[in-house]
């Protein structure tokens, strides 16, 4: 077995090469990549097969559904491969440009950030979106999936090796650690010198983790306490749409809507609404109201943690406020700062909201789960950055490069 | 005494306040800030002497001066606060803007950071500039000077704190910490929730510290192994110049020349030349020669760590090797990322360098000792950022902002 350092240091021999890559043989061996997913399909699947039963009663229904492969999803990985291709270079854009008083010509362009570790769980197309994005941004990636998901992921990398053996590139621009236990992610968290940028995509406790523990640069993704704000001024159409559609279209993903905020005013007249609309859908959803709240509709009553919790259920924690300030203040002290919107027919209302609330994603009459690269229109994307440091809500290719200043003169000195 | 998780305390209950002032309060504030440090001159000189009084013999010469204070030295403070207010806001900028095919106008606008702690060592005017700097881009500061300054910069805070006053703001926009032991220091690095971002500003092993044991987003700063590479091509009289500028005229910064590659063919002719420009100066420089340069010109044997060391004192290493590739190589092993630099008149040695380099500043035929926000016109500078997170090379006002979205619409869902 390789260990993780042996592997470190194979990634770390790869980024000059990975850094300089031409546009041209980027999207070449993306191409190729998406190609050679289709034809190891086969091992792939079967590969996969293994890794569900294996995993089979060791984790949840939903865990096993998001790790199971079919045709289908490889042709879909396959396809956001190619998509990857189609999205301009992020690396050597010139960024600013201006010539001193001095005659120094003064260049700012977009470079790669070189090795880009990522500890993701037990989705399959995170292999193939991650290491498609590194590779189009200029880095190397090395990628430690979860234990359950392992064998899938590696015959994934191995599809992928096989695109850049054939293109004459080197296979080390894709790594995968051989190691799933957590040796291999504290390894990687302390890699300086080695790994350039850490992502973890996971649950809470793997952030948590990644605060505690790293050592090298880390961009903490996906935790999402969205707040959706109705305001005294709010349509009641639009909030009824707009709440069912953030608590239930996908309640399992990090931007959809774990707590509703209800400006005093309105709340006698928009709560029982509220209460028949999420009864009513296919999947009802409970409520979990604070005293007032609860003095007026039926649910359950809110416990301690309630407003601080990501559900990613069918479960929304109620709260009545009064105004938008307050409003802004209870999000200030409880959301994680990744989603939150506010319905109102008041611009100075939203215009207060979208001004004073500091999350990465801030919304008027949207739901909050448009969060989202393809959405955003940044092409797929690497994750939902919750910190403030580099990148923030949505990463997509640009968000994967830094940048370096080019300085061209005729002999100055200072 | 003030515990420092009490100042975290009101540091964080003031991010609101600071993120939300508009351009002109801050501005009168600026001015405000440096009116104050004159008027209040004789306790910050009293107080200085103090440290100095207190500091001599325990810290070098040179540490001293740095600590100590004039009366043209507060002038300079005073006018470096005036300079940024005069500076755009950075807070506000609308970075881009586009109307999705559903309706959604996304709107990606720049803001405050939130609470920055900043750890430094013994110069005052880092206070005041820090102050200043995070002030301007909607941030409260909480500033960690070393013990020997800790006098000094107390005093200067009291100055700011009582501007702020007179403005009717917050004093808790301009904190210090009380104390000045290592734990400090330590309880900055582990503050999360409090700390959105720590800038170490210092040597080493400040750095080193905070790499090993933050657990608050960081940025790493100022450690600079800086190159100068003169290739076969170099014009001799330029790169004698560029040598002798970047070596000696502040040997004790970041930004000075530590090693110098000569490229093969040349060695022979340039060698004894650059020993002669080196030593007639007014200080001479010692030469840390390979064993290939050694054997034509005298100098001192370079030693197994002279490549991997940054001097900050009239010493530079030097490296015969062949030519811009291997260089370039020599620079990936050794460098910090700061700054390099290349001697020649080949358009394509110089193009070569440029590209393959992979540091925050990378020059043709210009002293490194440019590497510096002033110079590269962003105003007076947070110090260099060596890592390639968030930013990179001398940080202006833009660096020490984040981003968020604005998403406005009318009811959509997804």
Do not use: I, Y
């Given at each position: 077995m390789k260990t993780t350092v042996d592997i470190l240091k194979e990634a770390r021999m790869t980024k000059a090469c990975a850094a300089g890559l031409s546009t041209e043989t980027k999207n070449a061996?993306?191409?190729a990549m998406a190609d050679s997913l289709i034809d190891c399909s086969d091992r792939i699947l079967?590969?996969?097969?293994?890794?569900?039963?294996?995993a089979k009663g060791k984790i949840t229904e939903v865990m096993l559904d998001r790790?199971?492969?079919?045709e289908k999803r490889l042709n879909d990985m396959a396809d956001a491969i190619r998509e990857v291709?189609?999205?301009?270079d992020p690396v050597g854009r010139i960024l600013s440009e201006t010539e001193r008083p001095n005659g120094l010509r003064i260049q700012k362009i977009s470079v790669a950030i070189g090795v880009v570790a990522i500890i993701y769980e037990s989705r399959p197309n995170v292999t193939a979106d991650a290491a498609a994005l590194l590779l189009k941004s200029g880095n190397?990636?090395?990628?430690?999936?979860?234990k359950e998901a392992w064998r899938s992921a590696k015959a994934i990398v191995d599809a992928l090796r096989d695109a850049a053996k054939k293109q004459n590139l080197p296979e080390t621009l894709f790594n995968i650690t051989e190691d799933t236990t957590r040796k291999s992610a504290q390894e990687l968290m302390g890699a300086v010198g080695y790994v350039d940028l850490l992502i973890p995509r996971g649950g809470a406790g793997l952030i948590a983790a990644c605060v505690e523990d790293a050592k090298v640069p880390c961009i903490e993704t996906g935790t999402g306490i969205c707040h959706l704000y109705i305001d005294r001024a709010a349509d009641f159409e639009k909030a009824l749409s707009i709440i069912e559609n953030a608590k239930t279209s996908r309640p399992s993903v990090c931007n959809a809507a774990e707590v509703c905020l209800i400006d005093r005013p309105i709340a006698k007249s928009f709560l029982p609404l509220?209460?028949?609309r999420l009864l009513s859908g296919k999947h009802p959803v409970e409520l979990r109201l604070d005293t007032e709240a609860a003095g007026i509709i039926d649910g359950t009553p809110a416990g301690e943690n309630d407003f601080d919790t990501e559900f990613l259920d069918y479960i929304l924690a109620v709260r009545i406020i009064d105004g938008v300030k307050e409003a802004t203040e209870h999000i200030a002290r409880h959301s994680t700062g990744h989603s939150e919107s506010i319905i109102t027919e008041d611009p100075l209302a939203a215009e207060y909201f979208l001004k004073n609330v500091d999350s990465a994603a801030v919304y008027h009459n949207v739901s909050t789960r448009f969060t989202d690269g393809g959405e955003f229109g940044l092409g797929c994307e690497m994750g939902i950055s919750t910190q403030k440091l580099h990148a923030r809500g949505p990463?997509?290719?640009?968000a994967l490069c830094s940048y370096k200043y080019l300085i061209r003169g005729n002999g100055q000195i200072r």
């Open positions: 061996l993306l191409n079967s590969e996969n097969k293994a890794d569900l039963e294996a790790l199971a492969l079919s291709a189609v999205h301009p190397v990636c090395v990628l430690r999936p979860g509220l209460q028949k990463m997509g290719l640009e």
